[in-house]
T-cell receptor, first 113, second 111 residues
Framework: GENVEQHPSTLSVQEGDSAVIKCTYS??????FPWYKQELGKRPQLIID?????GEKKDQRIAVTLNKTAKHFSLHITETQPEDSAVYFC????????????FGTGTKLQVIP | EADIYQTPRYLVIGTGKKITLECSQT?????MYWYQQDPGMELHLIHY???????EKGDLSSESTVSRIRTEHFPLTLESARPSHTSQYLC??????????FGDGTRLSIL
């Protein structure tokens, strides 16, 4: 089955700096890669996703890049703000049919004001 | 409002009790999932369903059971709760499998 590894497990950055979270996956058939943000005590929420036919996707201050050959993908947050503090989960799945989503182990991001 | 609802939000109960965690979604999604998550830790899939009368066990072994008699409803049952079942349980649904929409979760504490 799919295995998703996520690094680092914790990340502290100064407000205004950039943050990068990296994930690798094992199943070359995976073609959909969402990122979820989970604030303390709240539900995980999708913040951005990317499909395997795209190498990069941006949405305001966040971006995701995908390297299919190396089987890794990354989340980039620029100009970090205190409200970006949360746990971020990457995930991988296979689009179509009876697919499951495999989550990474999470990265706790702390943005220091 | 179309959403996914979980009840109760918090439950503290004694060992040996039977527990049912409720999950309902009003988005008409066929696919529904249950995850177990310790605070701030990774999500472990324990059950999933691709439609009415379809249930499968997930990657993490669980003593819980689920049923899917109606599209919108996916309850999880523990016949005899134990302290090892203490955790947060998150329900999710999706139309195509991705993305997944999560409920607020049930924080379960077994004494």
């Amino acid at each position: 089955g799919e295995n998703v590894e996520q690094h680092p497990s914790t990340l502290s950055v100064q407000e205004g700096d950039s943050a990068v979270i990296k994930c690798t996956y094992s199943d070359s058939a995976s073609n959909y890669f969402p990122w979820y943000k989970q604030e303390l005590g709240k539900r995980p929420q999708l913040i951005i996703d990317i499909r395997s036919n795209v190498g990069e996707k941006k949405d305001q201050r966040i971006a995701v890049t995908l390297n299919k050959t190396a089987k890794h993908f990354s989340l980039h947050i620029t100009e970090t703000q205190p409200e970006d503090s949360a746990v971020y989960f990457c995930a991988a799945s296979i689009s179509g049919g009876y697919q499951k989503v495999t989550f990474g182990t999470g990265t706790k991001l702390q943005v220091i004001p | 409002e179309a959403d996914i609802y979980q009840t109760p939000r918090y439950l503290v109960i004694g060992t040996g009790k039977k527990i049912t965690l409720e999950c309902s979604q009003t988005m008409g999604h066929d696919k529904m999932y249950w995850y177990q998550q310790d605070p701030g830790m990774e999500l472990h899939l324990i059950h999933y369903s691709y439609g009415v009368n379809s249930t499968e066990k997930g990657d993490l072994s669980s003593e819980s059971t689920v049923s899917r008699i109606r599209t919108e409803h996916f309850p999880l049952t523990l016949e005899s709760a134990r302290p090892s079942h203490t955790s947060q349980y998150l329900c999710a649904s999706s139309l195509t499998g991705q993305p997944q929409h999560f409920g607020d979760g049930t924080r379960l504490s077994i004494l």
